[in-house]
C-alpha cells in the first residue's frame, strides 16, 4: 500500500514537473522568442487583440446601458490593458489624467488653461522621453502616453472652444466645442478606451460621448451592424501582420547598418532603402487596421451616411490602405497614413497658427511639433525635415507640369503613363525609405552613416529640385500662364 501511494505521489509529482516545464514553454518570452519578436511587442499585439472580446461584452452587455457603468468599463478595462503592458508605471498617465480634470475645473475655459495643459502634458512627455531613452525602438509606458498627450490637448482646446460664441467659432470647432462640463469618469473613460488607449486613434470628447449615449449606431435603438466592416479591417490587419511576421527577419534596418550593406552596389544600396522603407511601415499599418476594427465593432467608428444611404464606418479610420500602396505622390502617403494624428495636427495645431500669416511657417512648425511629439532623437527632426522639403518641392513639380504647354502634353501621353507611374512610385518609395532611415535609427551616428553610403542622394536630389525648379519654370511657363497664377 505504502508503495502504491509513494508511486501516486511519484506520478503526481513528475506530472507537475511537466506542467510546469510545458507552462514555461508556452511563457511569452519564448512564444516572442520563437517568432523573432520582443515580449513587450508580443504584449502589444496581444493587448490590441484583446479589445475584439472586450467590445464584444460591451455590446452584449453595456450598450444603451447607465453612462457611469459604460465609463468604468472603458476604464477599468484601459488601466488593465496598462498594467499589463507597463505594470506600476501606468501611475504616469493616471498622474496626467487626474491633473488634467483638475485644470479643466479650476482654470475653467481660458487661455490660461489651454496653455497649462500643452505645456505640462508636452513636458511631462518629453521628460518621459529623456528618463527612458535608449538608442533602440522600446515599448515603454511613452509609447500609449504620446497618445494620450495629444488627447488631453485636443480636450483642453475644445473646452476652451465651448465657452465662446458659437458664431466666432468656425463649423469644425463647433463640431468638437464641450458645451457641458466633463467629470472625472467621463475624461477617464475618454482616455483609457481600450480601442485607442495604446496605438490611437485619435477621436474627440464629443464622439466618445456620443458613443456612450448610444448615438453612434446605424439603426437608432439597436445594437450598431458593424461586425462586418469591424471583420474586413481585421481580416486586411492580419494579412499585414502575417506578411510582416514572415519577411521581417529579411528586411530589417540593422542590415542598414552593416558592412555588408556599405560594401554593395550603389545602386543595390538604393533599392534596399526602396523596399525597406516600404515594408518597416507595415507594422504601424497591421496594428491601426485590427485597432480600427475594434473602434467600428463598438460603433466608435459609425461616421454617419453616403449618399446612397450606406452606413459609413470610417471615423476612426487610420489608414486609407488603397490610397498608400497605388498613390505615387508623397503628399498621398500622408494624406493614407496616420490619418487623424494627421488631422488632430491640422485641427489643434496648425490651423490654430493662422495668426502668423504665413503657410508655409504654420506648415513647418506643425511637422517640428510633430517631431518633438515623437521623441527627442536627432533622427524625428531629419526625417520631418525631409518632409518639408519633400511636399514643398512636389507641389512646385505638380504646378509646373500642370501650367507648362510642352510638360502638360507630355505627361499626358497614353502610352508613357504606366512608364511615368513606375517612375514616380520608385522616386516616392526609394526617399520615403530614406527619410524613414533617420526616424527608425534615431541617432544621429548611425542615420548618418547610412546616408554617408547612399552619398546623401535624398538631399541632394530635393535641393537640387528646390533651386532649380524656379528657374526650369521661367524657362518653360508662357508669360500669360505666370500672369493668371499671379492673379
Sequence with gaps: MASAAEGDVGAVAELARVLRWGLQELSLNKLATSLGASE???RLIL?????????L??????FYKDSYLIHLFHTFAGLSIAYYNF???????VLCVVLQFLILRLMGRTVTAVLTTFCFQMAYLLAGYYYTATGNYDIKWTMPHCVLTLKLIGLAMDYFDGGKDQNSLSSEQQKYAIRGVPSLLEVAGFSYFYGAFLVGPQFSMNHYMKLVQGQLTDIPGTIPNSTIPAL???????????????????????????????????WFRCMYMLVWGKFVLYKYVTCWLVTEGVCILTGLGFNDFDEHGNAKWDACANMKVWLFETNPRFTGTIASFNINTNAWVARYFFKRLKFLGNKVLSQG????????????????????????LIVIVERQAASLIQDSPTLSSLASITVLKPFYYLVQQSIHWLFMGYSMTAFCLFTWDKWLKVYKSVYFIGHVFFLSLLITLPYVRKAMVPRKEKLKKTE
Excluded at 494579412?239 to 560594401?263: A, K, Q
Aim: proline share 2%; aromatic share 20%.
Design 232 to 266: 474586413k479591417r481585421l481580416s486586411l490587419g492580419l494579412f499585414y501582420l502575417v506578411g510582416y511576421t514572415l519577411l521581417s527577419p529579411h528586411i530589417t534596418e540593422d542590415y542598414l547598418l552593416s558592412d555588408d550593406y556599405e560594401n554593395r552596389h550603389f
Design 87 to 93: 505594470g506600476t508605471q501606468l501611475y504616469h498617465s
Design 40 to 42: 513587450q511587442a508580443l
Design 47 to 55: 493587448s490590441i487583440f484583446l479589445g475584439y472580446p472586450l467590445a
Design 365 to 388: 512648425l506643425s511637422l517640428l511639433f510633430l517631431a518633438l511629439w515623437h521623441g527627442l532623437h536627432s533622427g524625428y527632426l531629419v526625417c520631418f525635415q525631409m518632409e518639408f
Design 57 to 62: 461584452f460591451y455590446r452584449r452587455y453595456l
